[in-house]
């Protein structure tokens, strides 16, 4: 976020810091790793918004990157809907097994969730992945036909 490795192991570093103060004051957090991952994107954006210069002249008009930047924004955003529109079109079992993979479970754990066989959750999460797959290119295959 910051375009410079030292600036960002600053960052890092910074935040850690306040993470033991808030530890060495008995505070809790509920979610350590997004409390983290929130101060150090803040502090990126306010690192970011000091170090930004006012140019003398507004040549952002010629600075290509900027329209890369968004369309590249438009394109992850039309790939986040299809994905949760995928999703969505799961079963109920598919969605919760897909979610707990996600949350880096064990087979053993995942089975004894959805009361499933754990010999057969790595098939299962195999096929729901071909499945979605198959959706999203089917999609971005219709999206970009000629017709």
């Known amino acids: 976020m910051t375009n410079n490795r030292e600036t960002g192991a600053e960052i890092v570093q910074e935040s850690f810091v306040k993470l033991f103060e808030v530890f060495r004051r008995s505070e809790k957090i509920d979610n350590p790793r ?3 991952y929130r101060v150090v994107r803040n502090h990126c954006i306010n690192q970011n918004q000091r170090n930004r210069l006012v140019p003398t002249e507004d040549h952002s008009v010629f600075d290509c990157s900027v329209y890369s930047d968004y369309a590249d924004t438009q394109l992850l955003n039309e790939r986040q809907k299809q994905l949760k529109k995928t999703i969505a079109g799961l079963t109920r079992q598919e969605q919760v097994l897909l979610f707990l993979y996600k949350k880096q479970f064990s087979y053993k754990e995942m089975a004894e969730m959805v009361q499933m066989n754990p010999n057969s ?5 195999s096929r729901i ?8 290119k089917k999609a971005n295959h219709e999206l970009f036909e000629i017709g």
């Open 34 to 36: 997004a409390w983290m």
């Open 121 to 125: 959750i790595g098939k299962t999460l």
């Open 129 to 136: 992945i071909e499945k979605i797959t198959k959706q999203i």
